[in-house]
């Protein structure tokens, strides 16, 4: 049993050796430490009398000498005589001193008739690591309860690479204990030494005795070091003392690149050049070919740590790596550099710590900081860590963040410890969707349907783990799993996929399961929804006697989603469908807590999500999360039945009669107008002023309905004369959006400019105006307008993803991107933004990433339309029609609105198939939403594919009338027109779509519908 625990890295002008010396310790050590009379505590098996650790650092090397006495005082303290002592043969040589056992004041010298026994050491071998140690070892022969144990050795260690550039560290106990410890360090004035102790060892110096330096520090029945619970790593290192003779970071940088850069240096005909041709052959972009070579090194070269012949930082030459296929972080590092410089890719090594090196930059300049070597390239922008030892990594965005906190570069000039800024993910660890159809009614069994992603450092492992399986015991594996994940579905069918692109899993299940629902036929019914309430984040206490300001580490890089879909049983005359679900935007703690539910068409979805943002917060965020904890949003997310709203009673005539209050007044009115009933709507907004004149919903619906039959200056009329009185800026908005539509443009921008000076610094009404100048063509200033108003709320995602969207409209696609790129950095659980990026990444050819992206907004709300209809169109570029079709097929089958037809009509059209049932389900969509311009749209692309260009014609007609800058409807026209023989008409058409948008008509370019 050692006390005290020694770490030294350097030394030199010492002769190595791999056997064992018996002799007496140096003349410069010095006697025990005086024992202490306390007593062990009860039960302990044994008692530390003293223990002594000392070094002396000097030109000829550097020798650590140990000692301790123990008491046995229980059996089970007899392990206590399997003397071990380990040690490097390249580096080391070990002399024993003493071994002896004292009872009842008698000494027995053990080594008078027993040896050290001397076996070669490899305990890692499992961890594939080959070290070369040596280890002797020596069973205590007699040894008994009550006696007392002594023990004593120095090991003399060189280091042929660092020199007489000592360093290392000195322990001392930080649990509480009855005895004498001793920590003791020497050096000679000749050698330049520095040296730090932990702030809790209070005033320590070093004494100059006789040309020498000593610094010696006692402690005697230490109490217990106190920690401080929940802090960073850097701040619970109690008891230490560190020391160094490297001058600086850069000291140390400039004496390990030598190593790797000549490591990495290749023959002429090396192999490794042939393999670098392969690679530049078939990618040609900088960053392609680094991915290929990571790949290369991870996938061909097997992870075996060899720290034989003083190799701990001398790494093996890279046409030696390849050769022998095998090679620990440094030969895989030397041989992914040699690859990357054939390949023209700027890299170099840098050494990390593996479990993070918090507190790197308050140690002294040593390597003993890091344990890992991986290598740094820059792309985009950003720096990336490539590390050959991982499996996996087919991609630089898919690369897990790294856990490093500090890297120090290898290379011959300056060089300095440099941070690693950590970033939140952007993708989830584990994301599950799980999709419930309860429709069939409350008694009978659900379909169940779930997918779950995984991604991260635990993908390789659970590949290999399932790729080793027979298909059939997978199976059973994958039904055990879902039968602890969701206990109270019975699996049907099971599956799991790897995406290599990606580097993540997928496990989806099907069957059937009971919904809990509560209540009965006569009251009403409700579900908990799954997987939709936060439990709240454990307060953040710590006893008082501990440091109260220190930071608290958090679980970082933690991020998982759960999202829900229940299709639920049919609404009825006594019931209809409501919920409870708050919505949850909360940063607390260094975790973001995110969940939105909507529900429509019989369908109630939740989404949430919980991030860690942040590796640490402080003591005044964790005040604020303490203080937060009693108003914490922890309730289960609810769906359940209300009393249905009572009809309104029928007038003399039989029609509905609403009742007189505007406010019934209004919301009948946007019904009629919704419904296509613009005259209707206008007259019933009238019977909303008349009972109240400011109404600025009803003010706004009269002219808009008057706007849609066509009377835009009864519209104008309306809106000028409530401006008059109300000068709420939303009377202009509208005002000027029927300019626009007028084609009164000037006039239009006229009322956007009064507006953007007026209100200059409301980013809500300016965000508004900037929207308006899109759709009356004025780009230019949409663009400037929220260049302003990004400048003001710079971290607001919706603002950067809506200059994306003006910015593709201009055609600036490589802008548009690193604007949806940060809306994503801001705001990761927006789905919208995952869409546009996603067409964006298309059109750009990007399609494996689009389809990522589309994935994962699918992921978050596979609800949305858009989001399906897209996803099964790339489906079926992708080559999966199949899972297309049937994706449409579920979203229609329960959809009341008519969205769902909508999209499958509008894929059907793109896709040339089925026209037939794509006619049917656009004649009932536009039944269902005859205002919606974009249904109508869709069913003129049906009779353009049927070639019925006359009620093609009249589709995109109706569609323009609705919404005249409707862009993909005057691209249809135009290749309407031009196949009727109009092609002036045709070019008048594809001209106006254009200047509205640049990308209009690339769905139907790409189907082969030009004009």
Not at 590 to 611: F, H, I, N, P
Not at 770 to 781: K, S, W
Not at 963 to 980: F, K
């Given at each position: 049993m050692l006390a005290v625990a020694i770490s030294l890295t350097a030394g030199c002008a010492v002769a190595a050796s791999r056997d064992i010396h018996y002799g007496p310790p140096g003349a410069w050590v010095i006697?025990?430490?005086?024992?202490?009379?306390?007593?062990?505590?009860?039960?302990?098996?044994?008692?530390?009398?003293?223990?002594?650790?000392?070094?002396?650092?000097?030109?000829?090397?550097?020798?650590?000498?140990?000692?301790?006495?123990?008491?046995?005082?229980?059996?089970?303290?007899?392990?206590?005589?399997?003397?071990?002592?380990?040690?490097?043969?390249?580096?080391?040589?070990?002399?024993?001193?003493?071994?002896?056992?004292?009872?009842?004041?008698?000494?027995?010298?053990?080594?008078?008739?027993?040896?050290?026994?001397?076996?070669?050491?490899?305990?890692n071998l499992d961890a594939a690591m080959l070290d070369g140690g040596l280890t002797a070892?020596?069973?205590?022969?007699?040894?008994?309860?009550?006696?007392?144990?002594?023990?004593?050795?120095?090991?003399?260690?060189?280091?042929?690479?660092?020199?007489?550039?000592?360093?290392?560290?000195?322990?001392?106990?930080?649990?509480?204990?009855?005895?004498?410890?001793?920590?003791?360090?020497?050096?000679?004035?000749?050698?330049?030494?520095h040296w730090r102790a932990t702030p809790d060892l209070g005033a320590v110096s070093a004494l100059d005795r006789d040309g020498k330096q000593e610094l010696v520090y006692e402690l005697r029945d230490p109490k217990a070091a106190v920690p401080t619970d929940g802090a960073p790593a850097r701040l619970n290192v109690r008891r230490r003392f560190v020391y160094s003779g490297f001058e600086s970071w850069k000291d140390v940088s400039n004496r390990v690149f030598p190593l790797f850069d000549?490591?990495?240096?290749?023959?002429?005909?090396?192999?490794?050049?042939?393999?670098?041709?392969?690679?530049?052959?078939?990618?040609?972009?900088?960053?392609?070919?680094?991915?290929?070579?990571?790949?290369?090194?991870?996938?061909?070269?097997?992870?075996?740590?060899?720290?034989?012949?003083?190799?701990?930082?001398?790494?093996?030459?890279?046409d030696e790596t390849w050769s022998r296929r095998f090679g620990d972080c440094k030969a895989k590092s030397v041989l992914l550099m040699a690859l990357l410089r054939e390949l023209g890719v700027e890299a170099e090594p840098v050494l990390v710590n593996s479990q993070g090196g918090d507190g790197a930059d308050q140690l002294l300049p040593t390597p003993t900081a890091f344990d890992h070597v991986v290598v740094r390239t820059h792309f985009g922008g950003k720096a990336w860590l490539l590390d050959g030892t991982r499996l996996g990594d087919g991609r630089l965005e898919t690369l897990s963040p790294p856990v490093y906190r500090w890297v120090l570069p290898l290379r011959p000039g300056p060089a300095d410890l440099e941070p690693i800024k950590p970033e939140p993910l952007l993708r989830p660890l584990e994301s599950t969707v799980l999709e419930v159809d309860a429709s069939a009614g409350f008694d009978k069994p659900a379909k169940v349907k779930v997918e779950q992603?995984?991604?991260?450092?635990?993908?390789?492992?659970?590949?290999?783990?399932?790729?080793?399986?027979?298909?059939?015991?997978?199976?059973?594996?994958?039904?055990?799993?879902?039968?602890?994940?969701?206990?109270?579905?019975?699996?049907?069918?099971v599956a799991w996929r790897y995406d290599d692109y990606e580097n993540l899993i997928v496990l989806t299940m099907t069957g059937v399961g009971q919904p809990d629902w509560s209540g009965d036929d006569q009251d009403?019914?409700?579900?908990?929804?799954?997987?939709?309430?936060?439990?709240?984040?454990?307060?953040?206490?710590?006893?008082?006697?501990?440091?109260?300001?220190?930071?608290?580490?958090?679980?970082?890089?933690?991020?998982?989603?759960?999202?829900?879909?229940?299709?639920?049983?049919?609404?009825?005359?006594?019931?209809?469908?409501?919920?409870?679900?708050?919505?949850?935007?909360?940063?607390?703690?260094?975790?973001?807590?995110?969940?939105?539910?909507?529900?429509?068409?019989?369908?109630?979805?939740?989404?949430?999500?919980?991030?860690?943002?942040?590796?640490?917060?402080?003591?005044?965020?964790?005040?604020?999360?303490?203080?937060?904890?009693?108003?914490?949003?922890?309730k289960m997310s609810t769906v359940y039945q209300a009393k249905a709203e009572p009809k309104a009673d029928p007038d003399l005539n039989g029609k509905t009669k609403p009742a007189q209050d505007p406010v019934t007044l209004t919301e009948a009115a946007n019904r009629l107008y919704r419904k296509g009933q613009f005259s209707a709507a206008a007259l019933t907004y009238d019977k909303a002023l008349a009972v109240d004149s400011t109404s600025l919903t009803a003010t706004i619906g009269k002219a808009e309905s008057l706007d849609s039959i066509g009377d835009r200056e009864g519209g104008l009329h309306v809106i000028d004369a409530a401006i008059k009185v109300d000068h709420d800026p939303n009377l202009a908005l509208v005002r000027a959006s029927i300019l626009s539509q007028a084609g009164r443009i000037q006039?239009?921008?006229?009322?956007?400019?009064?507006?953007?000076?007026?209100?200059?610094?409301?980013?809500?009404?300016?965000?508004?105006?900037?929207?308006?100048?899109?759709?009356?063509?004025?780009?230019?200033?949409?663009?400037?307008?929220?260049?302003?108003?990004?400048?003001?709320?710079?971290?607001?995602?919706?603002?950067?993803?809506?200059?994306?969207?003006?910015?593709?409209?201009?055609?600036?696609l490589d802008d548009a991107l690193a604007e949806l790129n940060e809306a994503n950095r801001l705001e990761p659980e927006n789905g919208l933004t995952l869409a546009h990026r996603a067409k964006l990444l298309e059109r750009l050819g990007r399609q494996r990433d689009a389809q990522a992206d589309i994935d994962e907004a699918w992921r978050i709300d596979p609800s949305d339309g858009g989001i399906r209809s897209h996803k099964a169109q790339m489906l079926i570029h992708a080559g999966h029609a199949e899972e297309a079709w049937a994706l449409l097929d579920a979203w229609a089958a329960h959809d009341q609105s008519g969205r769902s037809l909508n999209g499958r009509c509008w894929v059907r059209g793109l896709n040339d198939v089925k026209l037939p049932e794509a006619e049917a389900d656009c004649a009932e969509a536009v039944a269902r939403g005859p205002v919606v311009a974009s249904y109508w749209d869709s069913y003129?692309?049906?009779?353009?594919?049927?070639?019925?260009?006359?009620?093609?014609?009249?589709?995109?007609?109706?569609?323009?009338?609705?919404?005249?800058?409707?862009?993909?409807?005057?691209?249809?026209?135009?290749?309407?027109?031009?196949?009727?023989?109009?092609?002036?008409?045709?070019?008048?058409?594809?001209?106006?779509?254009?200047?509205?948008?640049?990308?209009?008509?690339?769905e139907l370019g790409a189907a082969g519908l030009t004009p």
């Open positions: 006697p025990f430490p005086l024992p202490t009379a306390a007593e062990a505590p009860e039960g302990a098996p044994v008692r530390v009398i003293d223990s002594d650790s000392q070094i002396r650092v000097g030109d000829g090397g550097s020798e650590m000498y140990v000692t301790y006495r123990l008491k046995i005082l229980k059996p089970e303290g007899l392990s206590a005589g399997n003397i071990v002592a380990t040690w490097s043969p390249s580096s080391d040589d070990i002399t024993i001193h003493g071994l002896k056992i004292i009872r009842a004041g008698q000494v027995t010298d053990v080594l008078a008739k027993t040896r050290f026994q001397i076996i070669q050491r490899e305990d070892t020596l069973q205590v022969p007699g040894l008994q309860v009550g006696d007392e144990l002594e023990f004593a050795a120095t090991v003399r260690r060189r280091d042929p690479i660092f020199g007489e550039k000592a360093g290392g560290f000195m322990q001392l106990p930080v649990a509480g204990m009855p005895g004498a410890f001793r920590a003791r360090l020497v050096w000679p004035d000749s050698v330049p030494l000549k490591a990495s240096q290749l023959t002429p005909n090396s192999p490794v050049r042939l393999e670098a041709a392969k690679i530049a052959a078939t990618a040609k972009d900088p960053q392609e070919r680094a991915e290929a070579a990571l790949k290369l090194v991870q996938d061909r070269i097997r992870y075996v740590y060899v720290g034989l012949d003083g190799r701990n930082y001398r790494p093996a030459d890279a992603v995984i991604r991260g450092d635990g993908v390789a492992v659970m590949r290999s783990s399932l790729a080793g399986l027979s298909a059939e015991d997978a199976e059973h594996m994958l039904k055990r799993y879902w039968s602890r994940e969701a206990s109270w579905v019975e699996p049907d069918s009403d019914r409700s579900l908990e929804i799954y997987s939709a309430g936060f439990n709240p984040p454990n307060k953040l206490h710590r006893p008082k006697e501990q440091d109260q300001t220190a930071p608290w580490v958090t679980g970082f890089p933690e991020f998982k989603r759960w999202t829900t879909l229940i299709t639920l049983p049919p609404a009825t005359a006594k019931w209809r469908w409501a919920y409870f679900s708050d919505p949850v935007h909360e940063r607390l703690g260094g975790s973001s807590y995110w969940r939105e539910a909507s529900l429509k068409d019989g369908v109630v979805r939740t989404t949430m999500s919980r991030r860690v943002f942040a590796p640490e917060i402080s003591a005044a965020d964790a005040a604020a999360l303490n203080d937060r904890l009693p108003h914490f949003n922890n006039e239009a921008m006229a009322t956007l400019d009064a507006l953007s000076a007026s209100h200059h610094d409301n980013v809500a009404l300016l965000r508004q105006v900037a929207g308006e100048a899109v759709y009356a063509g004025a780009d230019a200033h949409a663009v400037a307008t929220l260049d302003a108003v990004v400048a003001m709320a710079p971290t607001d995602g919706d603002l950067h993803r809506q200059r994306a969207l003006i910015l593709d409209e201009v055609g600036r003129a692309l049906i009779a353009l594919r049927s070639g019925r260009l006359k009620d093609a014609l009249d589709r995109y007609n109706r569609a323009l009338a609705l919404d005249p800058r409707q862009a993909a409807s005057l691209y249809g026209r135009a290749v309407v027109r031009s196949r009727m023989g109009d092609k002036s008409a045709s070019q008048a058409d594809f001209a106006a779509a254009k200047a509205i948008d640049v990308a209009a008509g690339l």
